[in-house]
């Protein structure tokens, strides 16, 4: 079992930043494609960045260039910085761990593991 908690999430205006971080509970993260999540309100939960075992990255369309997923192993961290904000990058972001895909930035076809979630405001 894999626990997954969230910490960075807050108000931010336009064109602000902020760094999320999820930790893990255990080693084992680090053979896991990780992922970061958001929910708007009364939207589906959509994939914003996915990071493979390797490090190889993708990004849905809309925060390419401007957010950025890594991890730290000796940490059991992965991170996504978020540049730019924009009113529409509200939502609720989730990590998520994938024990098993046959895409980077397709569904989990394994076991996957979610954490409580942090809320991201953007807004002036």
């Known amino acids: 079992q894999v626990q997954l908690v969230e910490s960075g999430g807050g108000l931010v205006q336009p064109g602000g930043s902020l760094r999320l971080s999820c930790a893990a509970s255990?080693?084992?993260?680090?053979?896991?494609?990780m992922a970061w999540y958001r929910q708007a309100p009364g939207k589906q939960r959509d994939l914003v960045a996915v990071i493979s075992i390797t490090g190889a990255t993708k990004y849905e369309d809309s925060v390419k260039g401007r957010f950025t997923i890594s991890k730290d192993n000796a940490k059991n961290t992965i991170y996504l910085q978020m540049n730019s904000l924009k009113p529409e990058d509200t939502a609720v972001y989730y990590c998520?761990?994938?024990?098993?895909?046959?895409?980077?930035?397709?569904?989990?076809?394994?076991?996957?593991?979610w954490g409580q979630g942090t809320q991201v405001t953007v807004s002036s």
């Open positions: 255990s080693t084992i993260f680090r053979f896991y494609r």
């Open positions: 998520n761990a994938c024990t098993a895909y046959t895409l980077l930035q397709g569904p989990c076809i394994g076991q996957a593991y």
